[in-house]
């Protein structure tokens, strides 16, 4: 772990029970005295605190220093991603976390089956997770939109990832907002909304799931 998570660090005190406790002292083997780093993931900031007490199921920490370290990178990608099975996304979001992603809006395109609800808890719990292991100072952003329609609304000048002859290689640098399909891809309506232009694919002859697409395209784009 490059840091602990606590939704109040920065405050005088923490005081560190449940889960946090167990992996801390017990398999950490964290002892009084010893500086423990905390984010809040929330600021930019790293705060360092000193355990000064420990007992059978809690330890209380202080405050002692705090420094500002932003550590992201420096490509900004916003991923829309029609919605597919949320254990999908369960197993692909800490690696986009790990490279980079800024924000990813979950929509609900023709193809996505209306019966999959996005467990948001769920999946910022896993990304407090990953930014921990990784070091990221954030988290990524995420929400919902009901159609691709909407989201082009507010983001005009995304792309989609599709069957193109247009590699996403020749158009990294220009790609900020990417639209990758669910399974089945894009309907013919979702596919006139663009503008042939905007849509670049892979120099791959091979079907790829939709939650290897996206890993690949933010690995692309962002590394």
Same mark, same amino acid.
């Given at each position: 772990?490059? %840091?602990?998570?606590?939704?109040?660090?920065?405050?005088?005190?923490?005081?560190?029970?449940?889960?946090?406790?167990?992996?801390?002292?017990?398999?950490?083997?964290?002892?009084?005295?010893?500086?423990?780093?905390?984010?809040?993931?929330?600021?930019? %900031?790293?705060?360092?605190?000193?355990?000064?007490?420990?007992?059978?199921?809690?330890?209380?920490?202080?405050?002692?220093?705090?420094?500002?370290?932003?550590?992201?990178?420096?490509?900004?990608?916003?991923?829309?991603?029609? &919605?597919?099975?949320?254990?999908?996304?369960?197993?692909?979001?800490?690696?986009?976390?790990?490279? /980079?992603?800024?924000?990813?809006? @979950?929509?609900?395109?023709?193809?996505?089956?209306?019966? %999959?609800?996005?467990?948001?808890?769920?999946?910022?719990?896993?990304?407090?997770?990953?930014?921990?292991?990784?070091?990221?100072?954030?988290?990524?952003?995420?929400?919902?939109?009901?159609?691709?329609?909407? %989201?082009?609304?507010?983001?005009?000048?995304?792309?989609?990832?599709?069957?193109?002859?247009?590699?996403?290689? &020749?158009?990294?640098?220009?790609?900020?907002?990417?639209?990758?399909?669910?399974?089945?891809?894009?309907?013919?309506?979702?596919?006139?909304? @663009?503008?042939?232009?905007?849509?670049? /694919?892979?120099?791959?002859?091979?079907?790829?799931?939709?939650?290897?697409? &996206?890993?690949?395209?933010?690995?692309?784009?962002?590394?």
């Amino acid at each position: 772990m490059q %840091f602990s998570f606590s939704n109040i660090a920065g405050t005088k005190s923490i005081e560190i029970d449940t889960d946090l406790y167990k992996y801390l002292i017990k398999a950490r083997r964290h002892k009084v005295g010893e500086i423990i780093p905390f984010r809040n993931l929330k600021d930019s %900031f790293i705060y360092f605190y000193e355990i000064i007490f420990i007992d059978r199921k809690k330890a209380l920490l202080e405050l002692k220093n705090y420094e500002e370290k932003i550590i992201e990178n420096p490509k900004k990608l916003h991923l829309a991603w029609c &919605v597919v099975d949320p254990k999908t996304v369960e197993k692909s979001i800490a690696s986009l976390n790990e490279i /980079g992603v800024d924000k990813i809006s @979950f929509i609900y395109c023709e193809y996505s089956q209306k019966n %999959f609800k996005i467990n948001f808890e769920k999946l910022e719990k896993i990304l407090i997770n990953s930014s921990s292991q990784c070091g990221r100072s954030s988290i990524i952003k995420l929400e919902e939109c009901e159609s691709l329609a909407k %989201f082009l609304e507010k983001n005009p000048d995304s792309y989609m990832l599709d069957f193109s002859n247009k590699s996403i290689d &020749v158009e990294v640098e220009s790609i900020n907002s990417l639209i990758i399909g669910c399974e089945g891809g894009f309907s013919k309506k979702e596919r006139e909304l @663009f503008n042939q232009e905007k849509i670049v /694919g892979f120099e791959s002859n091979l079907i790829l799931r939709s939650e290897t697409a &996206v890993i690949s395209a933010a690995s692309k784009i962002i590394i």
